[in-house]
């Protein structure tokens, strides 16, 4: 039998109502009211707040004081599981978290903003949620709606719930499997990633590189000279906008870049052509900061997007940044005879299996020179597209 009702409730005058097996409302001379659990733990009665009236109705006040009980009754301290309760962070909570411990280890600003754009963008309806009550078709509920228009943007999207989420259970916030998880899970759920297509970076003609470089040399912009630079070493935009001076040897005409700022974890040498020295040498004139490429703030360098505005600027629209790299890339293997591991140990990529990378101790440094000089040798108009693997020296007497 229960002693309350909602008109009792609502109406009770200051005094204790007790509603049966221990639950009592307290209306307090100004009229507030909350709810009170009695119980008996050890042998002592303790009383146990359930929160105020209106926000806890009588029924919810019955269904808290039921569940904990039941945890008297199998001999769990209800205290200490409210406050372990409580201690729960939400999904954004413990995904900043995430993001604050991860981001010593980013490459590149680009990385460590897309991983906040994503949680705060994409998985904005799990933000509030305890990590512990995030479930299956919570994530669904993210990913169904860009997982086929956006399908790169999406696999990111997930890859990072589920590392939130296993962060959650390595803390001991979750205990059931991560409803994020791909394989043998969501796989079955939505189409597979290998079937949506991720596209490429769009790419500029090799060919109509050098007329897109002149122009470029007309404005007079820290971002333009910076995206030059990129064309003639190839190199990614993170590595170049992250390009340190102290990476950079002028004399031997070598830049540096270390092993924790290139994708494959390894430093790499390159070598810089004259074109690539003078433009070295305008931004030391300018120097503010120990990034080669400083943006408007001295200690930050210049973001990605500086150099995308830089091709908006200049109604560029079938090309991207990283586009350049493929350009380069074409050029090489259609045009010249430097053989292609060359052309790839210029891109800083990986080749071969994991015994010929224990063999291949050299980068092929002075042959590499040779290419990339005659790739500036191009891009600056002083050689046709079609170029020979010869030095610098038999590049200038030809015809």
């Known amino acids: ?22 639950l009592q409302l307290v209306v307090a001379a100004t009229g507030a009211r909350k709810w009170v659990l009695r119980v008996m733990r050890d042998g002592k009665a303790r009383e146990l707040g359930l929160g105020s009236f209106p926000s806890v109705s009588l ?28 201690a729960i962070p939400t999904f954004k909570q413990l995904a900043d978290e995430v993001v604050e411990s991860l981001e010593k280890g980013f490459r590149n600003e680009k990385h460590r903003a897309q991983w906040k754009s994503t949680i705060k963008t994409y998985a904005a309806p799990l933000h509030d949620l305890r990590v ?19 399908p790169e943007t999406a696999s ?74 990129l064309i003639l070493t190839a190199a990614r935009s993170g590595e170049v906008l992250g390009a340190r001076w102290s990476e950079i040897d002028l004399e031997a005409k070598v830049w540096t870049v270390p092993a924790n700022r290139m994708k494959a974890n390894r430093e790499h040498r390159v070598p810089l052509v ?3 020295i003078e433009i070295l040498e305008k931004a030391q004139k300018a120097q503010t900061s120990y990034f080669v490429f400083p943006g408007q ?21 079938d090309a991207t940044v990283h586009g350049f790299r493929s350009s380069f890339r074409d050029w090489a293997g259609n045009e010249t005879t430097f053989q292609r591991e060359v052309a790839e140990q210029a891109l800083a990529h990986v080749i071969g299996d994991k015994a010929e990378q224990a063999y291949r101790r050299g980068d092929a440094l002075d042959k590499r020179r040779g290419l990339m000089e005659a790739w500036g040798d191009f891009v600056e108009k002083r050689l046709p597209a079609n170029v020979i693997a010869f030095p610098r020296e038999a590049a200038n007497a030809a015809p």
Not at 1 to 12: D, F, G, I, S, Y
């Open 274 to 276: 004259p074109r690539a």
């Open 59 to 86: 029924l919810e006040a019955r269904e808290k004081a039921a569940e904990i009980r039941k945890q008297v009754r199998s001999g769990i301290d209800p205290r200490a599981a409210a406050a372990k309760e409580k």
């Open 156 to 229: 990111r999207v997930r890859g990072r719930i589920e590392k939130v989420l296993d962060a959650a259970r390595a803390k001991g916030f979750r205990t059931t499997e991560n409803p994020a998880r791909w394989r043998g899970h969501l796989d079955h759920l939505l189409p597979k990633v290998q079937k949506l297509g991720r596209g490429h970076h769009a790419a500029m003609a090799y060919e109509a590189v050098p007329a897109f470089v002149e122009q470029l040399q007309s404005r007079d912009a820290m971002a333009a000279l910076a995206l030059e630079f």
């Open 297 to 317: 703030k001295s200690e930050r360098p210049l973001s990605v997007m500086a150099l995308e505005m830089v091709l908006r600027r200049m109604k560029i629209e």
């Open 1 to 22: 039998m229960r002693n309350l009702n909602a008109r009792k409730v609502e109406t009770a005058k200051p005094g204790k109502y007790g509603d049966g097996d221990g």
């Open 132 to 150: 512990d009550t995030v479930g299956t078709d919570d994530v669904l509920g993210v990913l169904k709606p860009i997982w086929t228009e956006k």
